[in-house]
């Protein structure tokens, strides 16, 4: 196979494909970052299309889709019957932009996600999603799964991948804000991050075991209540909202989840369980598409 693109998760791709025994072509605009992967048996390709000449698998994995299109597309003449397996992040339409392009040069395109630090890549804590034709996937799976033991696929549609990996990022970028926002609130008290950490580890794992049924209530479009309604958890929120205020902490955080559920309430759901919101987070900010 060949790596387009030797950052730190291309380096960690390529050197997953060496461990594994797969013979591995690599290309980098910065040509020096492919010297340490030669001296472990990497062939250095001067250019993408040579890289790409190389082998029938091409993963890519640079900073954006519109990198990936121009480093693709002067190698078009050699993509015919190749199958691109792209890494790189971005939107789902940035995904379908990408695979159209590469499709018109009759290659087939997987669209990916890793849910991984280059660290792992490799190894049975890897996460590694992927989206486009099933037939290309099972071609290649064997080979993909050097990547990571946790490596599937989504659907046909070219952009899922990169809408899960979306969607992973809004979850843990929440979790992380709520406990940032948790240690300020301790901070102004004077007690330390540190203290703080052994509780708010219990939380997330207790939030974390609700994800699934909530899941199916989502699902099922029915929201009974599991541990307190809407409008019981309202008033506890209204009570962090006044509690950061009181110590000089953003309101910011509280003051948006709040919001929510007051919107939730008036669109009579304030007796529902705390899955209704989702029905708020569905609908256009105001003043956006």
Known sequence: MAVLGLGLMGRALAEAFLRAGHPTTVWNRTAAKAEPLAARGATLAATPAEAVAAAPLVVVCVADHASVRAILEPAGGVLGGRTVANLTSGSSGEARRTAAAVSRHGA?????????????????????????????????????????????????????????????????????????????????????????????????????????????????????????????????????????AALGVSTALPAFVKDLAERAVAAGHGGDGYAALVEQFRKPSEGRP
């Open 108 to 244: 087939d395109y997987l669209g990916g996600a890793i849910m991984a630090i280059p660290e792992t890549v490799g190894t049975a804590d890897a996460l590694l999603v992927y989206s486009g034709p099933r037939a290309a996937f099972d071609r290649h799976e064997p080979v993909l799964r050097s990547l990571g033991a946790g490596t599937s696929h989504l659907g046909d549609d070219h952009g899922l991948a990169s809408l899960n990996e979306m969607a992973v990022l809004s979850v843990m970028w929440n979790v992380l804000n709520g406990f940032l926002h948790g240690a300020a609130l301790l901070g102004a008290a004077g007690v330390d991050a540190a203290a703080f950490a052994p509780l708010a580890k219990t939380g997330i794992e207790t939030v974390a075991g609700w994800v699934p049924g909530y899941a199916r209530q989502i699902d099922d479009g029915a929201y009974p209540v599991l541990d307190a309604a809407v409008d019981t958890q309202l008033a506890a929120m209204r009570q962090v909202l006044d509690e950061s």
